[in-house]
């Protein structure tokens, strides 16, 4: 019986994208998912990885390249676990991702429903204002290979900034010279395991974090002279002593050994405070997009009450105070809820409290209050919700709930649980938040038809 094995040569036309941006093709009656291709080309491709459940192949010759295919410019490309569409027009890019979110509503969560568009992206590099660059002995720097812990070495991220590429460089050349050892995870011994940098876009701040295992020591004043030579537009150097085993990029306590510990940036007209523990959307063009697009779904009228769970230092809660009649703001991290307290002061809004709570608590609260939102808005951390977290929504009976997700999936199957309880989704959309990689934000709205 034919059956597909290692190391089989098979010639295929590529018919189909997974969902992390691999080409698909079908032989003997199986997907197989092969990376680097693209839908209509034609590939010789060898069988790699044979298991029940999935087939991967790697493509050995190309025989019929599709009009959409670019030469990758990054030298790494294939390799790090970042961008994943740099051998794709950018128009071709959208098409997959608008396809994969509707995919997602679809199957994963049963959904009639269908994102009207996808916002691209102005700028495809140089986008990212947070870079989090891993360390390993040589000592190296660059980004993890997929699904693993091999660092590949890179020297210049396209869709990092220049700036904060130099701050990686420079923190590997002082390791170099001064003796200073990556830290391993598997030991536990060593120092340096991250830099991760934070660019105002439009403030022109810059905050470098040196997160490592211990502290340098008489070395300091070199890490600092070093990053300050290099990186002159920096405007804080932080060193954050992380102890934690695991892959937690930032724990434990923090250090300003040069400058201001935080820095300020500026969002649909409004300045935040932003610490390296603050939460801040990556590409702060496109974020304006999407927070135009919450106060929308959230407050049409231009007034009433709008609950934001999940609000963080306040940044989306503050954008809609601007439109809303009311915003009231909850997060369980008091840190965050005080951040988003003075954020409310610093720019002298007034119709935006924050309260530390979760869902439930929340719920609680406004009811104590004799209060009911009109609508509740909703952005989660990548595993998205909980039912309990859903059942508490419910339970204050918002007219409309917007959910903002980084995870299509997890928000497919959250809306389904959402219709399930009565809320149905109206309308959806899709933000390029990401551009070069298969990640994208999406938006949705739901509303209570009894």
């Known amino acids: 019986m034919d059956e597909l094995v290692k190391n089989q040569l098979h010639t295929v036309t590529i018919d189909g994208w997974s969902a992390d941006g691999a080409g698909v093709a079908h032989i003997l009656g199986r997907a197989v998912f092969i990376k680097g291709t693209i839908p209509g080309e034609n590939w010789v491709v060898r069988i790699v990885k044979v298991s029940s459940s999935a087939v991967f192949a790697r493509g050995e010759q190309l025989l019929k390249p599709s009009p959409h295919r670019v030469e990758a410019d990054c030298p790494v490309f294939g390799?790090?676990?970042?961008?994943?569409?740099?051998?794709?027009?950018?128009?071709?890019?959208?098409?997959?991702?608008?396809?994969?979110v509707n995919d997602a509503y679809s199957h994963v969560g049963g959904l009639d429903l269908c994102a009207e568009r996808i916002f691209g992206a102005e700028n495809v590099d140089g986008y990212r204002n947070k870079g989090i660059y891993a360390v390993a002995e040589g000592p190296e720097i660059g980004f993890f290979r997929p699904r693993s812990h091999e660092l590949i070495p890179v020297e210049r991220c396209l869709i990092q900034s220049e700036s904060a590429d130099r701050a990686a460089r420079a923190v590997c050349g002082f390791m170099r010279e001064n003796g200073v050892p990556a830290y391993d995870e598997a030991s536990g011994c060593g120092l340096v395991r991250?830099?991760?940098?934070?660019?105002?876009?439009?403030?022109?701040?810059?905050?470098?974090?040196?997160?490592?295992?211990?502290?340098?020591?008489?070395?300091?004043?070199?890490?600092?002279?070093?990053?300050?030579?290099?990186?002159?537009e920096a405007t804080g150097i932080i060193?954050?002593?992380?102890?934690?085993r695991g892959n937690t990029v930032l724990a434990g306590d923090f250090y300003t050994l040069w400058g201001s510990g935080t820095m300020s940036d500026e969002l649909c007209g409004l300045e935040f405070e932003l610490s390296p523990l603050s939460f801040y959307q990556v590409n702060p063009v496109q974020a304006e997009k999407l927070y135009s697009l919450a106060l929308e779904y959230a407050a049409p009228a231009g007034h009433g009450l709008i609950l934001d769970l999940y609000c963080g230092a306040g940044t989306l809660s503050l954008c809609l105070a601007r439109g809303a009649g009311r915003v009231i703001g909850a997060e369980i991290v008091p840190e965050a809820v005080e951040n988003a307290r003075e954020n409310a002061r610093r720019n002298g809004i007034n119709n935006a409290e924050f309260i530390c709570a979760d869902a439930g608590q929340?719920?609680?609260?406004?009811?104590?209050?004799?209060?009911?939102?009109?609508?509740?808005?909703?952005?989660?951390?990548?595993?998205?919700?909980?039912?309990?977290?859903?059942?508490?929504?419910?339970?204050?009976?918002?007219?409309?709930?917007?959910?903002?997700?980084?995870?299509?999936?997890t928000q497919a199957r959250d809306l389904s649980l959402f219709k399930q309880r009565g809320y149905f989704p109206l309308r959806a959309a899709a933000v390029d938040m990401f551009p070069k990689t298969t990640h994208v934000e999406t938006i949705a709205l739901l509303s209570h038809i009894s």
């Open 79 to 100: 390799k790090c676990g970042g961008c994943a569409m740099r051998h794709v027009d950018y128009e071709t890019e959208l098409e997959f991702k608008l396809s994969r």
């Open 194 to 232: 991250r830099v991760f940098t934070r660019n105002g876009l439009r403030s022109g701040d810059m905050l470098v974090t040196v997160v490592s295992a211990g502290g340098f020591g008489a070395k300091t004043k070199k890490l600092v002279e070093v990053l300050r030579h290099a990186v002159p």
């Open 239 to 244: 060193l954050n002593v992380n102890k934690s």
């Open 362 to 409: 929340a719920a609680a609260e406004l009811a104590s209050r004799g209060l009911h939102p009109g609508a509740v808005v909703l952005d989660p951390p990548r595993k998205g919700l909980s039912e309990q977290v859903i059942d508490a929504v419910c339970s204050m009976s918002p007219e409309r709930v917007v959910y903002v997700s980084c995870s299509v999936a």
